[in-house]
C-alpha cells in the first residue's frame, strides 16, 4: 500500500508499506481522505518533536520512521478477533488515541495518538483499535468524517468555557480549532462572540460563515476588543498559540472569566499572575476531547459545521507543496488529502 511516512525534518516520503491485518480487538480502514493538522506542520518543519523516532513511545514501543495522519475517514475493511459490533463496508470517522486499561475517565491526558506515537492514516489502510471507529451518521460524508477529529478538539475547548446562551465570548486564531470553537460556542447559544484573526483571506472566510472578527494588527485594536467585551469577556479561548493571545486574552477577561488554551505553544509564555489574583480570573487547558465523537457527529449531521469556504481537498501525490507548504505560508485554512475518496 501507499504510505507517507515521515523520516525527520522536511523528510516526509511516499513509500510502499505491507498491508496491515487487523489483530485481537482491531479493525482495518480502508483511508478515504486524511486532514493535515498544525502538529504535522510542527513535525514537518520543525521535527522531530513527538514523532518517536530516535527514541521509542513508551506507550505504543514505536520507534523509527512513521506513518504520518490522524485526521481521518474511511470504509471498514477487515475485522480483528472479537470484534462483532462492527460491520465491513461501514464508512467511520476515527478517533485517533490509544487507549490503554484503567484511563476511560482521563484518556486524553498523556495520550499516545496514531499517526504521531504509532502508525497512522496517511495511507490506503490503517489498523485502529476498534474504540477509535465511530460510525458516521446518515447525512455525514466520508469528506466530513475527516474532520470530525479536529472538530472534537473545538467542540471540547468550547465545553470548557463553560458558557451558556447570553454569554461572551472572544477567540484568538481563526484557523480551523478556532473557527471550530466558534461555531461550537454558537451551537450553544453563545452569540456574542467575535475572532481575532490577523489574516484578511480568513476574516473574509469567516464573514461568510457569518462570524464576526477582527484584525489584531488593525490601528485601534484594543479598543475595539474592549468596545466589544465592555466590562469583559465571560471567556476567551487561545486557538492561535502566540504569547500576544495570552495576554490580550487576559487583557480582555471580565471578573471571573477564563481562558481556556487549547493551542500549543513551541515556547513557554510569561504572564502577570497579578491580572488573574486581582479579577480571580481562571486559565485552564483544553487537551484534545474526550468523549466528543457522538457529540460532534451528531452536530455535523445538524448542519452545525458547514463545510464551504474553508476546506480544500488535495490529491495524495500532493502532500508535501500542495499541503504542508500551501498551509505554511497561510494561503489555505484545511487541507484534506483524498486517499480512496468518494
Known amino acids: 500500500m501507499r504510505a507517507w511516512v515521515f523520516h525527520g525534518k522536511k523528510d516526509v516520503r511516499l513509500e510502499e508499506l505491507p498491508e496491515p491485518e487487523p489483530g485481537p480487538g482491531e479493525v482495518a480502514v480502508r483511508i478515504a481522505y486524511n486532514g493535515i493538522c498544525g502538529t504535522d506542520l510542527h513535525e514537518y518543519f520543525h521535527g522531530p518533536l513527538f514523532i518517536p523516532v530516535h527514541e521509542a513511545n513508551p506507550v505504543t514501543g514505536h520507534r523509527g520512521p512513521l506513518t504520518l495522519g490522524h485526521e481521518a475517514s474511511g470504509t471498514v475493511s477487515a475485522l480483528g478477533e472479537g470484534v462483532q459490533d462492527v460491520a465491513i463496508g461501514q464508512q467511520v470517522a476515527l478517533e485517533p488515541v490509544i487507549r490503554r486499561p484503567g484511563d476511560e475517565h482521563h484518556y486524553n491526558l498523556g495520550a499516545a495518538f496514531y499517526g504521531v506515537m504509532a502508525p497512522g492514516f496517511l495511507a490506503d489502510t490503517a489498523v485502529v483499535q476498534r474504540s477509535a471507529v465511530h460510525s458516521l451518521p446518515s447525512g455525514v ?18 465545553a470548557r468555557t463553560r458558557l451558556t446562551s447570553g454569554q461572551t465570548a472572544v477567540v484568538f486564531g481563526g484557523g480551523p480549532i478556532g473557527l471550530g470553537t466558534a461555531l461550537s460556542l454558537r451551537a450553544r447559544g ?41 466590562t469583559g469577556a465571560d471567556a476567551v479561548v487561545d486557538a492561535a498559540g502566540v504569547p500576544d493571545a495570552v495576554a490580550a486574552g487576559i487583557d480582555v477577561l471580565g471578573p471571573h472569566g477564563r481562558m481556556v488554551i487549547v493551542a500549543a505553544h513551541l515556547a513557554p509564555v510569561s504572564i502577570d499572575t497579578n491580572q488573574l489574583l486581582m479579577a480571580e480570573r481562571t486559565i485552564t487547558g483544553s487537551m484534545g476531547y474526550r468523549d466528543d465523537f457522538p457529540d460532534v457527529l451528531r452536530q455535523q449531521a445538524a448542519g452545525t459545521f458547514p463545510t464551504e469556504t474553508w476546506v480544500e481537498v488535495i490529491p495524495f501525490e500532493q502532500l508535501v507543496p500542495r499541503g504542508f507548504d500551501q498551509l505554511d505560508s497561510g494561503r489555505a485554512v484545511k487541507v484534506l488529502v483524498e486517499i480512496g475518496g468518494s
Do not use: C, N, Y
Open 141 to 158: 460524508s466520508l469528506l466530513e468524517g475527516a474532520l470530525t477529529e479536529p472538530l472534537a478538539v473545538a467542540w471540547h475547548a468550547a
Open 190 to 230: 453563545v452569540d456574542r462572540l467575535l475572532i481575532v484573526e490577523p489574516s484578511a483571506s480568513r476574516r473574509a472566510m469567516l464573514d461568510k460563515l457569518g462570524l464576526s472578527s477582527i484584525d489584531p494588527g488593525a490601528d485601534g485594536f484594543a479598543a475595539q476588543l474592549a468596545a466589544f467585551a465592555g
